[in-house]
């Protein structure tokens, strides 16, 4: 039984990785990155997330190392904290509570118990970099007040601030500005680009900043793909810089290798360039990344990097610039037009990822596992330029099919309209296109579903559009001379009145067909595709349909635009129930009876669960999130709960996962994050001898279980040896302080000793036995020399112990030997 707890929203996936830049562990085996409100911990060597640091109470800003013990790292917040981790065991040390809204933050070695962070002041658009004193104590919450005004009219992005040579200076950019402060001097330095609106000057905005590690050099990056290096910025006058071009957009982040003998530099090309003692001449590449550079990190041993892109991925690179490790975290794509869909197949999150592709993603480890290429043309990122976008996924025959819809659209009457149709192939354990349909539809397709899930050899698909239409698509023969083949075709087309279909899906047997028109609910016989009746409540265009599941499979609900829940009732054909509800998500669970509603308020979010058959709602819970929930769906657990609570019965079976505008995914649970992380991964923190794979983690417990088969088949077979507890030389010999323990020479010689068997350990009951089983060895010798018959040879064990007992002659042998071995040697001392 699960232990009722609070139930919360929290989030399982979707934040950022790329929000800002990642650190590196000093020892390069681990890679921080901020993810939302908490600090996530991966293994550079596995990919997998060990920690997950929660504590903050809203956006993690920025993560840095602690320069006095690498084993420490600070986070700040938007909350106005700074806390202090220790990141092998994930716990949190101290807080340190600043005040202001925290936007980034930076700490050097020459900085005593002091962190830089960039905090606005009451101007909205106005930055500072200020330095923070962290006092020493011992209480865990700390009030952190002594703030120092470093430097003003800053940019809030950490990527425009970076500190100098040993700490001497810090140097920021801002427009067209960059500005040095010297901390011993006290001063700051101020250079200017032209501004001018000529084409040569048009784009000299600063975009980045890099610090040379070893010497006076500033790297700065622009709009226009230049990267200037600064030198003697010591002196407004004599003050120089040299260009250099290879990007033909702007530069999104610059870095300098540990040894300051490279550069590093990245943008919207998706290359990395090394820019070698930083000459023109000199690159290096590594091209193809799959998405634009956002940020660009050196760990402080030198031996790795890593780039933040812009499709929240982060690529760990090796020095000979050859990739070694990605950290794929969901995509977010600017719409997400196929909703949420659930492979049958993996239990993974289907939805749009990056153009032109379907990205599975996995929500057990918050890790993507795929992507398919459903346009399969090559992406060609102008602004501007119409894509094809990808509007519509569903699977059908438990994931054995999957079907697309694409579309582009320049003008009005210039739809370009495809839709494909996928099957799984078992060999390559991937889906491979069957049906290719072009314009399937005269106007946009508004659904999609897949009927008759029980009968995969006879899949059913149904498409609604806005063209008045929906069209039903069966599996048909395509074979021919060449090879045995199937292809789907257009078997029915129906229409209601000529209004625009919006919504359409089978009941839970394939029975039945619902296909809303406009604020009309039509329902069609899936055998004879005949119309059987028909709902009109006139309360708005129905924007969600679906059918009850197991007991309340003979209703049917439908949610209006103008805020209207209807339940009907098929068998009466008239309407059970409706209530007043503005619904954005309604999602049926394919494992109860249950239904998720969202509804959308002034405030916020609201979730309401219930089942078709009553009107009292099963839970509710007001405020979920702020934002608009825009889709939602349910999981079914592998291992179902055993939540006792009523309120909580509709988590038992199924996992509710809904998505908001701004592409958080956000579920219901009562585990924290890091408790939800595999055994896994956590004992991938445990093991010091990295590399290693899930994979070793198998092959582990195999050599384990064979270990400890062989161990106790030795046991059996050796003589038990005496515990070395009860031995007083070890016991010493472990617990005595190393600094007052004798020679090693005289302690061998007396704990080799102590190990060997002595005769006296034998108790004179033993010994006899023993001499009895080589006594009995020996008369089944003899039986053997002396050709006894196959019934004498095939004896055992107690039929010779009997025959043994009964001989006088050895049983007055035996009493001797045991008389022989008493010690008489007390009669000498009378």
Known sequence: MVEEESLRVVHCGGSELNFRRAVFSADSKYIFCVSGDFVKVYSTATEECVHILQGHRNLVTGIHLNPNNHLQLYSCSFDGTIKLWDYI????????????????????????????????????????????????????????EEISFVLDYVNQSPKCIAFGHEGEYVAAVRDFYLSVYFFKKKKTSRFILSSS?????????????????????????????????????????????????????????LAFSVTGSSLLSGGRESVLVEWRDATEKNKEFLPRLGATIEHISVSPAGDLFCTSHSDNKIIVIQRNLEASAVIQGLVKDSNIFTGLVIDPRTKALVLNGKPGHLQFYSLQSDKQLYNLDIVQQEYINDHGLIQIELTKAAFGCYGNWLATVEQ???????????????????????????????????????????????????????????????????????????????????????????YQATNCCFSEDGSLLAVSFEEIVTIWDSETWELKCTFCQRAGKIRNLCFGRLTCSKYLLGATENGILCCWNLLSCALEWSA???????????????????????????????????????????????????????VPRDVPESFTSEAYQWLNRSQFYFLTKSQSLLTFSTKSPEEKLTPTSKQLLAEESLPTTPFYFILGKHRQQQDEKLNKALEDELIQLPLTENIPAISELLHTPAHVLPSASYLCSMFVNSLLLSKETKSAEELPDDIDMEEEKESEDSDEENDFTEKVQDTDNTDLGEDIIHQLS?????????????????????
């Open 810 to 830: 050895k049983s007055e042998e035996k009493e001797l030997r045991k008389f022989r071995k008493v010690d008489y040697s007390w009669i000498t001392a009378l």
């Open 408 to 498: 582009r659209q320049e003008k009005e009457t210039e739809l370009e309209l495809q839709m494909k149709l996928w099957t799984y192939n078992k060999k390559t354990q991937g889906f491979v296109l069957n049906t290719k349909i072009s314009m399937p539809h005269e106007d946009h397709i508004t659904a999609l579903c897949f009927g008759n899930a029980e009968k995969s050899e006879n899949p059913t698909l149904v498409t609604a559009s806005k063209d008045g239409h929906f069209k039903v698509w069966i599996l048909t023969d395509d074979s021919d001379i060449y090879k045995q083949a199937v292809g789907w075709t257009c078997d029915f087309v129906g229409s209601y009145h000529k």
């Open 580 to 634: 007043k509800l503005n619904i954005r998500v309604m999602e049926p669970d394919p494992n109860s009876e249950n239904v998720a509603a969202v509804s959308q308020s002034s405030v916020g979010s609201d979730l309401f669960v219930f089942k078709p058959s009553e009107p009292r709602p099963l839970y509710i819970q007001k405020n979920i999130c702020r934002e608009e929930v825009q889709w939602g769906v349910f």
């Open 89 to 144: 065991d994930g716990i949190l040390i101290k807080t340190f509570v600043v005040g202001h809204k925290l936007h980034a933050l930076f700490t050097h070695a020459h900085a005593e118990d002091s962190v830089f962070v960039i905090i606005n002041k009451e101007t909205p658009d106005i930055f500072q970099l200020v330095s923070v004193k962290l006092p020493k104590s011992s209480s865990q919450e700390i009030e952190a």
């Open 197 to 253: 609106r000529s084409k040569k000057h048009a784009k000299n905005n600063f975009t980045c900043i890099a610090c040379h590690p070893k010497e006076d050099c500033i790297a700065t990056g622009h709009k226009d793909g230049k990267i200037r290096l600064w030198r003697n910025f010591d002196d407004d006058k004599k003050y120089t810089y040299t260009c250099l071009h290879w990007h033909h957009d702007m530069v999104m982040d």
